[in-house]
């Protein structure tokens, strides 16, 4: 089995930064891909940022040149710094992770318990 632990939300005025942290544990062989999704109230689902084991990066339009994804292998922890904050960044935000186990002949998704981030004045 696989644990994922989200940390770093919270409430931040708007223009403020928050990093949030996302770390992998348990019977892990390997991971690929590890990614940022959110949900606002109301709205389905989406892709913030991801990225490779290799380390290319792929972001939605609305956080390009706002926030930065970045992985640390030999911790199985992905980040997220996210800078400039508007309200419109409010959401749920929660880590996706494709995870090939010790027990397993393939990589499966494991989803974060999500963590709050609230932009407001």
């Known amino acids: 089995q696989v644990q994922l632990v989200e940390s770093g939300g919270g409430l931040v005025q708007p223009g403020g930064s928050l990093r949030l942290s996302c770390a992998a544990s348990?019977?892990?062989?390997?991971?690929?891909?590890m990614g940022w999704f959110r949900q606002a109230p109301g709205k389905q689902r989406e892709l913030v940022a991801s990225?490779?084991?290799?380390?290319?990066?792929n972001y939605a339009d609305s956080v390009k040149g706002r926030f930065t994804i970045s992985r640390d292998n030999a911790q199985n922890t992905v980040y997220l710094q996210m800078n400039s904050l508007k309200p419109e960044d409010t959401a749920v935000y929660l880590c996706?992770?494709?995870?090939?186990?010790?027990?397993?002949?393939?990589?499966?998704?494991?989803w974060g318990q999500g963590t709050q981030v609230t932009v407001s004045s």
């Open positions: 996706n992770v494709g995870v090939l186990e010790f027990s397993r002949t393939y990589y499966r998704s494991y």
């Open positions: 348990g019977s892990i062989a390997s991971i690929n891909v």
């Open positions: 990225i490779t084991s290799a380390g290319s990066t």
